[in-house]
């Protein structure tokens, strides 16, 4: 564990943490995206998939700013959020209430990075990094943007749910 003495060193290891994560998440979104029954769901991971590669870069470009490493952390968090979506991933039934537990997955990723960013903008702000402030905040944008999406499509999928739920009881 490297030694913490100044909010440069925090900033670093939070940089390291969300380039761990992102680097975890090219891995994992394109098997949220193979594992979606909705096309609009396939199509929004897909999407964030790029953005996520764009991310990655945008934390690499922080860390060269920084004259840090981005390498050399395990964000043992996000392994944990993309163990909980492969269990997901790996069950059977009705398309759209998978679907529902992959954006339940899938959000959780989101919520997870969104604090990760916060945290390191809050840091890089305090100490004037502001090329870095902007680099974050480009990211943090994508991932409220990605949550929001997902919210979107569970609504739309959870109408289509009970309004089946509620023809079987009719
Ligand atoms: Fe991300
Ligand atoms: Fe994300």
Redesign the pocket.
């Known amino acids: 564990m490297a030694d913490k003495k100044t909010v440069e060193d925090l900033l670093a290891d939070e940089i390291k943490d969300l380039y761990s994560a ?1 680097k975890q ?1 090219t891995k994992a979104i394109p098997k949220m995206a193979k594992g979606s029954n909705d096309p609009a769901l396939e199509a929004a991971f897909n999407d964030h998939l790029k953005e ?1 590669e764009g ?1 990655v870069a945008r934390l690499e470009e922080a860390a060269t700013i920084l004259k840090i490493s981005a390498a050399g952390k395990k964000c043992v968090g996000m392994e944990g959020c993309i163990k909980e979506g492969a269990e997901v991933l790996g069950e059977e039934g009705e398309p759209n209430i998978l679907d529902l537990g992959i954006i339940g997955a899938g959000t959780r990723v989101e919520h997870y ?1 969104m604090a990760g960013y916060m945290t390191a903008i809050s840091l890089a702000q305090s100490i004037g990094a502001k090329e870095v402030v902007s680099l974050l905040q480009q ?1 943090l944008a994508e ?1 409220q943007g990605a949550e929001h999406k997902l919210r979107t499509i569970g609504s739309g999928l959870l109408k289509s749910a009970s309004s089946a739920h509620a023809a079987g009881k009719a």
């Open positions: 992102e998440l996520t991310q990075e990211s991932e």
